[in-house]
């Protein structure tokens, strides 16, 4: 039993009235809670205030400020308490992975040195490491440290991923995640643990592509384009032989939906003019509203509409046309035919300016700069065009062009010219840097771009030749960040493509959620879909709540396909989880009881990408106030705010029921005596005269959180600190989840 400081136990309080002793409370409490919070109390988790987590084994652990962090620098306290006194533990900020998951990296790594600001090393008292390099527990396994916290450094950036203080156990048990506590932070402008939670199987928010389906109408696909004005995807092709029963060389329009014809254009003229089934090599680009400009062998230039019959076309003259693209003006095309580059009228054929180059073969044109890189992989050279003066600016080397040529593309979004060439992806920026190569198992054969994402879409090509033991006959579909080329989502398997008939190709849809890639030795395009893990957009927080109070726990994620929703819950600390039956949407809403205090809340999110689970949050359930739900205040006597029983000790007495008198010498809120099993209250005390006692119950506010109730002013900070002092009791739906 603990009594009101300055009295002794069972000494009734002085005669003042309920409002005295509330604005004393207050008072008292308004002065612990600007001060630092003791350790272990309960405290709330609102913006500013400090925030208390369950360890696996009981641990409590205690921040100062968890929110609107100073992203420069800011000191927090840490205090804990219940900490094993056979492992040493480290305190520090670090990447918050979900539980079971190492904290790591951490700002200030692993001290031991003994002199970090930005984290702590507390060892078991005799620890030979006791003294300069680390701090000993207090009794109970206690500590209080200060750190000194950033937004960014060593390695760490919590702008970008979900931070939390923690502690862990040092370098010596490494592998124990007994002695991992987790408390989120955010710095000012941040919310608490965004992006929120942790990915089980693969990372929260992973995108990847699946194969939705393969369109095989198309012969032998060679080229594609997805027309930004009507969306259809149109696919230059030649023949496949033994596929079909009709010569399939020509301009598919297919429905980018399901790959249905909505139109082929098979013949187009040749060196005399007349009409013959020519294949389509190299689609320069789109006609306005629709409709499409191309090459077709070996020096053809031909545009065609759905529904012509066959194409409009003009014969080069000079040498086979190796690239293709659209002109400075609107009736022109830039045409390379070998080393020599020109821009050609489409109605005539003439060249309207020519550049013979020292060499090369195919070319990609940045119209928004003005530039044009001209790619000659047998000289290892790149070279830079200017559209206006129509000559070589600059002369770059291209590093292990001795390779397959694959591909020449420029990123519009930053002006970057991606080579591919080889096993490699060579980008450079548009000043001719050399900035990134990417490597890969395969031979790089087309590159896409989508300025909506900043991604870059790549796709690699198996050799074919099984001879060779690199080669296995599958490519790979890569999408990296166009800016920092990380990359952006998982790698796609693409079996069955190899370049023995072929370079494959690529279109993507504005805003990535499409991507289109042949398949030339297949005689198939695959149609992929973008396909996104659960992303949490909203996360449950802590919560404090009185016994019988009805408790709304809620959590959103994002992802595609539309992820689905459970809720779990833990009543070991987080060691061991199972479902809340029923519990399948948004919000998990349930009554409060004492029995599930300290119980842990989690929601999962699961679609066919991945699952990701929210950070576990704390259920806090205090002894309700006023006596309980029968035998409350009679005559307005009783003061219910801070429900009172003439006896105490251990919830035994002090309870839902008993013996209740208006200013009468025993008077209390809540009955003289009764049995409540776990109602005792933390501040005692009847109204005109009586008896009245502190409790420490099993069951009252104080006791819920861990903490022995030392005197009433330390009881007042945690009934305020855990937002318990006044509550209204909402309507009742459940029973509890469990």
């Known amino acids: 039993m603990t009594s009101t400081p300055g009295t002794d136990p069972g000494t009734p309080p002085s005669g003042r009235g309920r409002q005295i002793r509330r604005a004393g409370t207050a008072a008292v409490a308004a002065l612990l809670l600007t001060a630092a919070i003791p350790t272990g109390a309960a405290v709330g988790a609102d913006a500013g205030t400090p925030k208390t987590a369950t360890g696996p084994q009981g641990q409590k652990l205690t921040v100062s400020a968890t929110t609107g962090l100073d992203p420069d620098g800011q000191k927090v306290r840490v205090t804990g308490e219940g900490y094993g006194l056979t492992t040493g533990i480290y305190v520090a900020l670090c990447k918050d992975n979900g539980d079971n998951r190492v904290p790591s990296p951490c700002l200030g790594g692993a001290d031991m040195s003994g002199g ?129 029963d009709v010569d399939e060389r020509g301009l598919h329009v297919l429905n980018p939906e399901d790959g249905t014809s909505e139109g082929w254009i098979s013949r187009a003229p040749g060196s005399t003019g007349a009409l013959r089934a020519s294949a389509a090599a190299r689609i320069s680009g789109p006609l306005p509203g629709d409709g499409v400009v191309y090459t077709y062998p070996l020096r053809g230039v031909g545009s065609a509409r759905p529904g012509d019959e066959a194409a409009s076309g003009v014969w080069l003259a000079g040498s086979t046309i190796t690239d293709i693209a659209p002109g400075t003006t609107p009736g022109t095309v830039l ?121 870059a879409h790549v796709v690699w090509q198996d050799g074919g030749d099984l001879s060779d033991a690199a080669n296995d006959n599958n490519g790979t579909l890569t999408v990296y ?90 009543t070991d600390g987080a060691q061991t989880w199972k479902d809340v039956e029923g519990a399948t949407g948004p919000a998990l809403t349930f009554t409060a009881r004492t029995a599930q205090d300290g119980y842990r809340y989690r929601a999962e999110f699961r679609n066919a990408v991945g699952t990701t689970r929210t950070a576990a949050v704390t259920l806090t359930v205090t002894a309700a106030t006023g006596g309980g739900d029968t035998g409350g205040d009679t005559d307005g006597d009783g003061d219910t705010s801070n429900g009172t029983g003439s006896t105490g000790g251990d919830g035994s007495t002090g ?84």
Not at 524 to 548: E, F, H, M
Not at 668 to 694: I, K, L
Request: net charge negative; with cysteine.
């Open 116 to 244: 970090s600001k930005t984290s702590q090393w507390i060892v078991p008292p005799g620890d030979p490491y006791e003294g300069d390099l680390a701090r000993a527990f207090g009794p109970g396994g206690a500590f209080d440290v200060e750190i000194e916290i950033t937004e960014k450094g060593d390695g760490l950036d919590c702008a970008e991923v979900s931070c939390s203080v923690v502690t862990r156990a040092d370098h010596r048990a490494a592998g124990n995640r007994t002695q991992d506590v987790r408390i989120p932070v955010a710095f000012a402008g941040q919310e608490p643990g965004e992006p929120g939670g942790g990915g089980v199987d693969v990372p929260a928010g992973t995108v990847s592509y699946q194969a939705a389906a393969d369109f095989t109408s198309a012969g032998r696909a060679l080229d594609l384009l997805l027309h930004p004005d009507s969306k259809k995807l149109y696919v230059g092709a030649d023949n496949l032989p033994d596929t079909a």
């Open 481 to 570: 960040g166009s800016e920092d080329f990380a990359v952006a989502a998982k790698d796609l398997s693409l079996p069955g493509n190899h370049s023995q008939a072929g370079a494959a190709s690529l279109a993507v849809e504005p805003g990535g959620a499409t991507v289109f890639v042949t398949s030339p030795a297949e005689g198939k395009i695959t149609k992929l879909v973008r396909q996104t893990s659960p992303l949490v957009t909203r996360a449950p927080a802590d919560r404090t709540a009185q016994d019988g109070e009805e408790v709304s726990l809620t959590a959103e994620a994002e992802g595609t396909p539309e992820p689905t929703v459970r809720w779990q819950v833990s």
């Open 655 to 738: 309870g839902d029921s008993g013996t209740q008198s208006a200013g009468g010498s025993t008077g209390a809120a809540g009955g003289s005596t009764g049995t409540a099993g776990n109602a005792g209250s933390t501040v005692g005390g009847g109204v005109g005269g009586g008896t009245g006692t502190a409790t420490t119950s099993g069951g009252g506010s104080l006791a819920a959180t861990g903490a022995t109730v030392m005197s009433a002013t330390l009881a007042a900070a945690a009934l305020v600190g855990a937002g318990v002092l006044i509550h209204r009791r909402a309507r009742r739906r459940t029973e509890g989840a469990l």
């Open 335 to 455: 045409v390379a035919q070998g080393a020599t580059l020109s821009e050609t009228d489409r109605a005539t054929g003439t060249a309207t300016r020519t550049l013979t180059l020292p060499g090369g073969t195919q070319f990609a044109a940045d119209p928004e700069r003005g530039t044009l890189w001209y790619t000659d992989f047998a000289a290892g050279k790149l070279h830079r065009v200017d559209l206006a003066s129509f000559a070589v600016t600059g002369s770059f080397d291209l590093p292990g062009a001795a390779g397959i040529a694959g591909f020449t593309e420029t990123d519009p979004a930053t002006g970057a010219v991606w080579v591919g060439v080889g096993r490699s992806v060579l980008v450079f920026d548009a000043a001719g840097k050399l900035l990134k190569t990417l490597v890969g198992k395969d031979l790089a054969r087309d590159a896409a771009f989508d300025t909506a994402t900043g991604r």
